[in-house]
């Protein structure tokens, strides 16, 4: 067996030497694991960082290919061991499967039609795609020859699409002329064009013919996927990666304006993600393991595609919803497939859990060995349904906290190896040096407290900048505390040491599992011709954990109406996407704001849960009649 899980740990006792080790040498105990990969060189240093810059680097010196070690390195020994079970929307619809050596010749095979459309190392490639096995093609041929891709979820809006791409100054687009989405068809190609009309950067589109639908066509920009890789050979000479070169960028939303462009690095993420897959969810081969993500999030990233892959694993890879043909749909493929390890989101499970269990009555759930939540806090009622009715009250769940900037888990148990409770994502992984802090920064030294979650020392995988603006990269994570890194979230820690992740302290609400910032909802909103001013926060939502809710000023001579209040919220579905959409729109005639002008967010939350009497101390407002008037609406509605 593959030497990486020579460091799985299966008790408590080795989570305890892991943990220890990794704090008094750090470099010892992340050279043992990255030892087990295959390098085109090895590595001189170990670890160089200073988060004054900030900077971190990790295994300097050091050549690599990932696709090497998520791909050829298995071929070698065992090819025909299944890497991806494909799952189609419909049921009646084709499945698919990918062997280790079928899949690197897929890779291959698109990586050289990339080489001939002259793409080279270090050249950004946006992939706007359904989730089908052609995206995780994509995305490894771009790896391959070092191009780095730059996925974008295929639910966002031509706009959002159009500012990815000009950020990154991506040479080529790769999609799929629609995408089925339950009983939906996505026209992705008319929302692709849209974006291209503001995308020079972008020579070519290589389009995927997946839902056969009627597409607009430029023989001079598109060409199908199918005639990109005619004849092409399924050999393709993997490039040498320093461990610090940029691997991928991936967009996430920021309290302020534009998206922050991720840039994730090629050696550190390899460990790391690899690491915490096999560790987490106590990964064996031969196991199967099912992700419900998108590989537009980075939860595809990580464990959908570059960790289950770098360890050899067998993966379910879904292209549908959890509702279509029924509500059953996800309990159906666990049992088709045999899912040892099945890994989704609080908001998904808490819409599985309106549904009569019924439904659920009659599946095989005995193969399930771990059960993983991602994404945001987890509830009571959803731990307690998961645990239940899809554990049968046996099968440990792992609560998983990181981001998109951390590259991977951070926070979690280790399935069924180190104690679970539940609501709380529990302990640090070994290498990861989480700290509470209060609002000074000031270390909480007490076990058990409440604060301002930060991680002291440097992981492989945490993200190295944001894409041409390291300036704002800096702000966002190392200014707030000095030399700690600030997620942005609130945590408390009880007596054992358990972490229990509380929400955001920032302007970024949580909606259904995305991570969405009210600022560039705000900048939507504000950009509709009647709007003169707004403001977006989120509030409780017992499927989606969070709602939204936008309040806007409208000019005096604009009434409300059904009609201004659909337009508002249409505006945010074109210029960012449906996901953004606000739930709530509420015309006001102000916005409660301090003296100095900032809206007061806080009290505007707590008006939107109903939270009448937790207000506080209003009068110092400069205009607390507001607070009145919106109290009024609300209890109206
Ligand atoms: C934010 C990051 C990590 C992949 C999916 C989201 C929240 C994430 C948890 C969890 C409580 C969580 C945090 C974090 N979050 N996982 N297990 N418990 N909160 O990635 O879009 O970068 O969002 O999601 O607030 O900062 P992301």
Known sequence: MNALYDHKITSVS???????????????????IAETFEWIKPWDTVLQYDWSIPKTEWFLGGQLNITVNCLDRHVATHPDRIALYWEPNNPDDIAKTY???????????????LKNQGIKKGDRVCIYMPMIPELTIAV????????????????????????????????????????????????????VDEALTDCPSIKKSVVFQRTFSEVRWDNRSDVWWHDFVEGLSTNCQPTPMEAEDPLFILYTSGSTGKPKGMVHSCGGYMVYTAYSFMNVFQYTPGDVYWCTADIGWITGHSYMVY????????????EGVPSYPKWDRFWQICEKYKVNQFYTAPTAIRALAKHPTKIIEGYDFSQLKVLGSVGEPINQEAWDWYATHIGKNKTPIVDTWWQTETGGILISSLGGVTPGKAIFATT??????????????????????????????PWPSIARTIYGDHQRYKEVYFSAFPGRYFPGDGALRDSEGNYRITGRVDDVVIVSGHNLGTAPIENAINAHPDVVESAVIGYPHDVKGNALMAYAIVYDNIASSDELIQSIRQTVSDQIGPIAKPDRVLIVSGLPKTRSGKIMRRILRKLAAGEFDALGDISTLLNPEVVEEIKAALTKK
């Open 14 to 32: 080795d989570f305890e030497i892991a943990r220890k080790k990794a704090i008094d040498s750090p470099e010892v105990f992340w050279s043992e």
């Open 99 to 113: 062997t280790y050596k079928e899949l690197l010749d897929a890779v291959n095979q698109f990586a050289n039609g």
């Open 140 to 191: 490894l041929a771009c790896a391959r020859i070092g191009a780095v891709h730059s996925v974008v979820f295929a639910g966002f809006s031509s706009s959002a699409l159009a500012a990815r791409i000009n950020d990154a100054q991506c040479a080529l687009l790769i999609t799929a002329d629609g995408a089925f989405r339950g009983d939906k068809i996505i026209d992705l190609k008319a929302i």
């Open 307 to 318: 960790g289950p892959l770098a360890c050899g694993a067998t993966s379910v890879h879904f």
């Open 428 to 457: 640090p992984l070994p290498g990861v040096q989480a700290a509470l802090v209060d609002e000074k920064g000031n270390p909480i030294i007490e076990t058990a407290g409440e604060g301002i979650l930060t991680v002291n020392y």
